[in-house]
């Protein structure tokens, strides 16, 4: 007998799994789908997808300023923030994230997307010297973000790190810092500080 249930089967784009969703907008040409996509599916890095593939450059900016301004997900608020063509607005979120952002890896790389070097340069010293919160990996990459080479110099010496190649895993071993090659967005750090379980959900050139 044919199995008349399939035929009410919903979409994939409204399947429950978020994997098969974002296969599913990857493939995804109709306008008005995408759209609705990018306004109301609950994974944010599903919106931002479906974002990136509609059409029209005024909309598909609207969509994702909406999410940069709008989401509670900080992850999510940065990867809409490095597509806008709105520069005021995405820098806005880069500062508001370095200061006051709950995941450090993503301080660090919204820290690195600010354009006023003066306040870039204090989140810097700040993520540097703060032996509290901050991950060694953190720390040490931060000093070595800063221009004042003897204070970096100082910072590192305290680590037990020294000068030079951008570090992606701290000296000790503690932790290991991902980074998207595209977008330079913290793709994984520590356990339970960031961790996309969905590989690449904001970032369609990278290998999946």
């Not at 979409?11 to 296969?23: E, G, I, N, S, Y």
């Not at 599913?24 to 890095?45: C, S």
């Not at 006023?116 to 989140?123: C, H, R, V």
């Not at 509290?132 to 720390?139: E, F, L, M, S």
């Amino acid at each position: 007998m044919w199995p008349f249930n399939l035929l009410s089967q919903p979409p994939r784009w409204k399947d429950a799994d978020p994997r098969k969703r974002l296969a599913a907008v990857r493939e995804l040409k109709d306008q008005n789908h995408l759209a609705e996509i990018a306004r109301r599916d609950p994974d944010e890095f599903i919106r931002i997808a479906a974002a990136e593939r509609v059409l029209d450059a005024t909309v598909s900016q609207i969509l994702l300023e909406q999410i940069a301004e709008g989401s509670r997900n900080d992850p999510a608020r940065f990867a809409a923030a490095t597509r806008l063509g709105n520069e005021n607005l995405a820098q806005a979120v880069f500062r508001e994230i370095a200061a006051k952002g709950r995941i450090c890896w993503l301080r660090l790389a919204a820290a690195k997307r600010i354009t006023d070097k003066t306040l870039a340069q204090a989140y810097f010293r700040k993520m540097a010297e703060n032996k509290d919160y901050y991950y060694k990996a953190v720390r040490v990459s931060a000093a070595r973000m800063l221009k004042d080479k003897r204070l970096a110099k100082s910072i590192l010496a305290k680590l037990g790190a020294t000068g030079g190649k951008k570090v992606l895993k701290g000296a000790g071993g503690e932790a290991t810092l991902q980074v998207c090659p595209n977008s330079n967005i913290a793709l994984a750090g520590p356990e339970g500080e960031l961790d996309f379980q969905v590989e690449h959900y904001y970032c369609s050139k990278c290998p999946q």
